[in-house]
């Protein structure tokens, strides 16, 4: 069961700004070095792509996962059942069981996000379903703010705004899966840009694309809601 080399360690690479700045001229040299690798690899096959050789275990676990109906399941509890149905081998299962992580990450298979302990405690087994309840919250535009049942609904159909204090009620209110973790949902949606952190403590996240089209009628008290009609008004004409 041990995988083959060349896909027990993956790592997404691009060419984007890191926390530390823009990359260095060796960077991009590496860079292109690894494109061009790719580029020849592909050329040399009967397919656009390169083929990369992958256990079969862990295709058939793939096949098995994507059926399960719970497809939000907890890190621990999937290696367990890993080891125990022997897709990986116990005395290498923490390597392997990463490697394969992040590799169906990369395929688009599961979402796997360990840039934080809570987004690592999760997994989603299958990547549409974690689609279906970004589209609970991006939809709420749409919708008729008295069709809510709660006032934490309207509030973020109105300002855009989720806030630690009923950032659970907001996500019943909005239909999301009572199976996902509420906190792991905040921190992908905050990781992957689309809500932005504008307060701390206690934490407040903004989403702009939640906000209805046409007007929005500013209220007179001081509010991000303020920011939040600059931003609609310079994005509908940029």
């Known amino acids: 069961h041990d995988p083959p080399e060349s896909v ?5 690479i691009n060419n984007m700004m890191s926390k530390d700045g823009p990359p260095s001229e060796g960077d991009l040299a590496t860079l292109k070095a690894l494109r061009s690798k790719i580029l020849s690899a592909s050329k040399k096959g009967s397919t656009n792509g390169i083929e990369l ?3 079969l275990t862990w295709f058939l676990l793939y096949v098995i996962t994507h059926k399960f109906e719970h497809k939000f399941i907890q890190y621990d509890d999937l290696k367990e059942f890993c ?3 022997s897709y990986l081998d116990h005395e290498d299962a923490d390597r392997q069981f990463e490697g394969m992580l992040t590799l169906f990450h990369m395929l688009g298979f599961y979402a796997f996000f360990d840039h934080t302990e809570t987004s690592r405690e999760w997994i989603c087994t299958d990547i549409t379903a ?3 309840e970004f589209a609970n919250l991006l939809t709420v ?3 008729d ?3 809510f049942d709660g006032d934490a609904a309207r509030s973020f159909h109105r300002s855009g705004i989720i806030r630690q204090a009923d950032f659970e009620e907001l996500f019943n209110e909005l239909g999301i899966n009572e199976a996902i973790p509420k906190k792991w949902l905040l921190e992908v949606i905050h990781h992957l840009g689309l809500a932005a952190k504008y307060q701390s403590d206690p934490e407040e996240y903004f989403m702009p694309l939640v906000l209805p089209y046409g007007k929005v009628k500013v209220p007179e008290r001081g509010s991000v809601e303020n920011l939040c009609f600059a931003y609609k008004y310079l994005g509908s004409h940029g």
């Open 8 to 12: 027990s360690w993956p790592f997404i």
């Open 53 to 55: 050789d992958m256990p």
């Open 145 to 147: 703010p008295l069709s």
């Open 130 to 132: 974690l689609y279906g």
């Open 141 to 143: 535009h749409f919708k």
């Open 83 to 85: 080891i125990q149905s």
